[in-house]
């Protein structure tokens, strides 16, 4: 298997994948999707009662238009920062899942209305690194006195549980194809130029009287090309052994990161998937 980078930023991937099937492909495709390790939101403790704001002097009702349920959800849907290498399981964890600092994170959020309760009003306690890494999502409007005051638990899970633990989207792959021009006999320069012009997506350029496949990458299957051509100068197949691959993930850990750790879990499982078929001796 080769890989090429095409595109890799903070959030998005997008990766030439060659001397491969569709199955390996698709295999990485679902672990990307279900078993990487992220942290998420799972338990939040709401204050109840009312809380007194001593630059206004005013009493502030700890109620907002959501229900703490929808405010609990919304909450839950956050990417929260996550290192593997730091953070564990909690059913795997030293402390026996009693909760620790490491297999949780704990945020407070205390915001008085009026105003918008936003995803960086979440402070993680003692450790400033693990913020939120996107601001400004927004999670409630509070009004002139309103006020929210709870206090949130990340842990560790995947996908298989919930969505909320979902670090990749939009993870997808198309087959690459594979574009060959042969100049046919009876084919002349104007039958090439006019080709080459039919392509919606520009595949090919031209230059003295030649078409060449510069961007072989963008086609679509449209078939516009062969179809321009009567003589058959040019042939569009599928490269069954080459993919494009893309993702995107939601900002708690790198695309980069986000594939190393797909690739080890599908190695790993493969390993046990040997050993237990050598136990069947």
Known sequence: MEITVDELS???????????????????????????????????????GSVHDETTGKDHDLSTSLFDEAIALRLGL???PTDVKRFRFKDKCVCKGEGCPHCQIVYTVDKKGPGTVYAKDLIPLGEPELAIPEPDIPIVTLGARQALLAYATAIMGTARQHAKWQVAHAVGYSVMPK???????????????????SCPTKVFDYSNGEAKVARAEKCIFCLECEKSCAHGSVKVDSDNTSFMFQFETDNSMSPRVALRIALETLGNKFEELRDAVMSLR
């Open 78 to 80: 956050l990417p929260i």
């Open 179 to 197: 574009v060959q021009i042969s100049k046919a006999s009876g084919c002349s320069d104007a039958c090439m130029k006019k080709m080459v012009q």
């Open 10 to 48: 903070d959030r998005n991937a997008k990766l030439r994948i060659r001397e491969t099937t569709a199955n390996q492909v698709n295999a990485i495709r679902r672990t990307l999707l279900t078993d990487i390790p992220k942290m998420a939101i799972e338990d939040v403790e709401f204050h109840l």
